[in-house]
């Protein structure tokens, strides 16, 4: 998984999900006319004012959507700016799931929301607390964390019902998600021979009838490791002794 927002303040927006989409509507018709376009083309395509775009920037390059040097949009934003420029929600849905698979806040969210079945606005606004270190006190946080719940909704990973945010089920009754690799419960391990990828199966005892496995790439590095360690702390909600 990239990991798209490396900078240690996550930055947090100051219009709604619905002005953003605007902006990067704008953001991809500036950059696709084939002609030098600035940060104030795109305020004037999205007829806004250049300050916000500006003040904007910094959540959608944190996010991935924006590139976090210059101005150009990711190829996710890319994706995304298309999508919004034609109306087209599969286009919009598959740009947002990329998004969020590749950004180290977002991602670990998406997980815990899978994990626990259902959690409510206040449950998830603690989560973020955890993961980026800042709370209400920080401008922005408050209608940030709206808009994070927009994109999850809009992604159609993540559905929403008065307060209470779920993952979205398939017909099948399974998430409606591409195949992500999670811990099988209750069965003795066995070399799974019909693993073809270049990942490890590790089993993890939890108890003396039950075993998890976890697969990981060969000679992980350790500050991924610790990412994954923090990870599964925020996902099952265990707090740090």
Same mark, same amino acid.
């Given at each position: 998984m990239a990991d798209t927002s490396r900078s240690t303040a996550f930055s947090w927006p100051t219009g709604s999900w619905k002005v953003l989409q605007v902006i990067i509507r704008a953001w991809y018709q500036a950059e696709n006319s084939g002609e030098e376009w600035t940060q104030r083309t795109v305020a004037d395509l999205a007829d806004v004012q250049p300050s916000r775009v500006s003040v904007n920037k910094g959540f959608l390059q944190a996010i991935g959507v924006v590139q976090t040097e210059g101005i150009a949009l990711t190829e996710a934003g890319k994706s995304l700016g298309l999508g919004l420029s034609n109306e087209t929600? @599969?286009?919009? =849905? +598959?740009? #947002? +799931? @990329?998004?969020i698979r590749d950004n180290s806040i977002l991602w670990p969210l998406l997980l815990m929301i899978r994990s626990r079945g259902t959690i !409510?606005? &206040? !449950? /998830? &606004?603690? &989560?973020?607390? +955890? #993961?980026?270190? +800042?709370?209400?006190?920080? =401008?922005? /946080?408050?209608?940030?964390?709206?808009? #994070?719940e927009d994109i999850f909704v809009e992604s159609g990973w993540v559905e929403k019902s008065g307060n209470v945010l779920r993952p979205i089920k398939s017909e099948s009754g399974e998430d409606a998600k591409e195949q992500v690799t999670v811990p099988q419960r209750g069965e003795q391990y066995k070399e799974d021979k019909s693993n073809k990828s270049d990942l490890r199966k590790i089993p993890i005892p939890v108890s003396a009838s039950m075993i998890w496995y976890i697969e990981v790439t060969e000679n992980p590095d350790p500050a991924d490791i610790d990412k994954f360690i923090e990870m599964q702390r925020l996902i099952f909600g265990v707090q740090k002794s």
């Open positions: 929600k @599969r286009v919009v =849905q +598959q740009a #947002l +799931q @990329r998004i !409510d606005n &206040e !449950d /998830f &606004e603690a &989560e973020v607390v +955890q #993961l980026t270190k +800042q709370g209400k006190s920080t =401008q922005g /946080f408050t209608p940030g964390v709206g808009v #994070l």
